[in-house]
């Protein structure tokens, strides 16, 4: 089973930029399908962006040209750059890898996650 770790988020103004990290281990095979959700207070869980294994992304309308998802697959580290940041993106991310061998950027894909880490932004 994989675990997954996520590192990097914090607190920063409007317009600053952070870089959020999940480390995986405990699974020798790669998941077709990692991707990063958040979730703000009273709101549901939605996706960010997702990477496929063969590099292929796709995003949020909310963050295109903003936020870039990147791995390493060298370091089993998935990557979420995050640029331009607004205060409507505080939330807490989480970093997902995907149940089988679709990609789409809905909760149902994704069978294990990380703890989450904190993201909040300020105007």
């Known amino acids: 089973q994989v675990q997954l770790v996520e590192s990097g988020g914090g607190s920063v103004q409007a317009g600053g930029s952070l870089r959020l990290s999940c480390a995986a281990s405990?699974?020798?095979?790669?998941?077709?399908?990692m991707a990063w959700f958040r979730q703000a207070p009273g709101k549901e869980r939605e996706g960010v962006a997702y990477?496929?294994?063969?590099?292929?992304?796709s995003y949020a309308d909310s963050v295109k040209g903003r936020f870039t998802i990147s791995q390493d697959n060298a370091k089993n580290t998935l990557y979420l750059q995050l640029n331009m940041l607004k205060p409507d993106d505080t939330a807490m991310y989480y970093c997902?890898?995907?149940?089988?061998?679709?990609?789409?950027?809905?909760?149902?894909?994704?069978?294990?996650w990380g703890q989450g880490t904190q993201v909040t932004v300020s105007s």
């Open positions: 997902a890898a995907g149940a089988g061998w679709s990609c789409a950027l809905t909760t149902g894909n994704f069978d294990t």
């Open positions: 405990g699974d020798s095979n790669r998941r077709y399908c």
């Open positions: 990477i496929t294994t063969y590099g292929t992304t």
